[in-house]
């Protein structure tokens, strides 16, 4: 159902995302069985493979993937992973060299350290980790 909504998405101009289910999976989905999703849907934009608060194993899976299916068809979104500041700020530099645009979780289980400091909005935690590579 899903993949034929998607496809007519695209024929009506709409820009279509394609995720790589982590939150509902609890892990990112199969990367060859996920490129071939990209390979046949060929989605505006995807994001590539990431491991939940893992900032080593993210910035290895996005590097494999992309050396594995360099060909894919729409643009590379890279996840932001890890569980402390610095760790944030290694793999947003490793995104922002590497992936065509950079998402940030919602999902940090730094933000419930930080979220003492500031209001409990993961949105004003995210603009947090930004301002900091602002400044940087």
């Avoid at 289910?21 to 490129?35: M, N, T």
């Avoid at 390979?39 to 993210?58: C, I, N, W």
């Avoid at 289980?109 to 400091?117: K, N, P």
Wanted: glycine share 4%.
């Amino acid at each position: 159902f899903f993949q034929n909504f998607f496809k007519v998405s695209l024929t009506l101009g709409r820009e279509v995302l394609l995720d790589n289910s982590i939150f509902e999976l609890g892990e990112a989905f199969d990367s060859k069985k996920f490129a071939e999703y990209v390979e046949e849907l060929k989605p505006t934009y995807y994001v590539v493979p990431d491991v939940l608060e893992d900032s080593a194993a993210t910035i290895s899976s996005f590097h494999k993937f992309c050396l594995n299916y360099p060909d894919l068809p729409g643009l590379k979104i890279g996840v932001v992973q890890g569980t402390t500041y610095q760790e944030l700020v290694n793999c947003y530099k490793y995104m922002s060299d590497n992936a065509d645009y950079i998402a940030i979780s919602f999902d940090y289980s730094w933000y419930q350290g930080v979220a003492s400091l500031v209001s409990a909005s993961p949105y004003t935690e995210r603009q947090q980790i930004l301002q900091r590579q602002v400044r940087a």
